[in-house]
């Protein structure tokens, strides 16, 4: 409940519970109560016809002994306080309310690992600036459009090892994809086995209900002591989907200038054989990359495919002010008894 109308209920004398712009504010649980509001002020009108039709006078008096007292006006007013208690009765009656309604969102995470080759075919040219820059760019983009998803970072080339564990924490994340380079490694190849068996051993604890994958190579493998079909099956035993995007084109790629300033080109293969057999058994989908824009709608698509669900809860916090106006007719009633008890009545009535 706010602090200030939870105040406002105690400070139930005020006369702001009058106004009209207050009572237009609430929610009434009971409406029909209002049509009875008329009620008591019908039945007082009737009784005081009803009563000046009976009152006669048993002797006659001429004009200028009937005077007119002012004071004998007073004796309506006894009967007012009762009307108000019982229209403040009906108000009480018909549960003036505020409530407040609040939407709650949350999301249950999933957990991504992303996997990155940094070997040496990583530097071509075919993206500019290079492949690895490219891929570090895109993939900052996938973690900016991210939402308490746990996101963890494995980079391979001849190795592969394990750049950041499943985190929420993506500014660190964000500084761990820049800071990948090609040093990080010294063995050269591309260890896809290996790459797959780590990322699998870092997700393989976790209790989430999505557990993705994506692997970026731009070569076949050639290192490692573990074949990527059989990390791939270890993986989808631990309910991990796996993405595979295969990065660059085959055939003449270019690489660098020469001593003459000339672009320098070099034969590139690229193994999709491999990873299009480890996104089927993974249950999750291949991807091919061949520039700039390419890359990016793979993240864009993976994006979407992999978004978390969304769940919503609804909460009223429903206060009720009845209290004020009961409080009011308890007033008014005991004032309307305080007359009829003492001898005011009689003053009045006289």
Do not use: C
């Amino acid at each position: 409940m706010d602090d200030a109308l939870s105040k406002s209920v105690y400070d139930w004398f005020s006369l702001d519970w009058f106004g009209w712009s207050r009572l237009q504010s609430f929610d009434w649980e009971n409406p029909f109560f209002l049509y009875f509001l008329p009620l008591p002020l019908i039945i007082l009108l009737l009784r005081w016809l009803f009563t000046l039709k009976s009152q006669k006078l048993s002797i006659a008096l001429s004009k200028k002994d009937i005077k007119n007292d002012p004071i004998s006006y007073f004796r309506f007013v006894p009967p007012l306080y009762i009307l108000i208690s019982l229209m403040l009765v009906i108000v009480a009656l018909a549960r003036p309310q505020k409530t407040n309604e609040m939407t709650e969102q949350w999301t249950e995470g999933i957990d991504i690992m992303l996997s990155i080759d940094i070997s040496e075919s990583m530097r071509l040219e075919d993206f500019r600036p290079n492949r690895l820059e490219k891929v570090k760019e895109v993939a900052m983009n996938f973690v900016n459009g991210r939402f308490q998803d746990r996101i963890g970072l494995v980079v391979f080339s001849g190795d592969a090892f394990s750049r950041s564990p499943l985190t929420t924490d993506y500014d660190l994340l964000r500084t761990y994809i820049e800071d990948i380079t090609f040093e990080l490694i010294q063995n050269p190849g591309t260890a896809i086995g290996s790459a797959l068996a780590v990322a699998t051993n870092r997700m393989k604890d976790s209790d989430s209900k999505s557990k993705v994958m994506i692997l970026l190579s731009d070569g076949e493998s050639n290192a490692g002591n573990l074949d990527p079909i059989t990390a791939a099956e270890l993986a989808n035993a631990y309910g991990i989907k796996i993405y595979t995007i295969a990065i660059g084109k085959e055939g003449r790629v270019p690489y660098g200038v020469d001593f003459f300033g000339k672009t320098k080109y070099v034969e590139n293969n690229l193994d999709e054989t491999t990873l299009r057999e480890i996104a089927t058994i993974g249950g999750g989908k291949f991807y091919r990359a061949s520039n700039n824009q390419a890359l990016t709608q793979v993240f864009e698509e993976i994006d979407t495919l992999e978004k978390a669900e969304i769940k919503e809860s609804k909460y009223k916090d429903t206060t009720d002010y009845y209290y004020p106006y009961l409080m009011w007719a308890i007033v008014f009633f005991l004032i309307w008894m305080l007359h009829k008890s003492t001898f005011m009545v009689n003053i009045l009535a006289d």
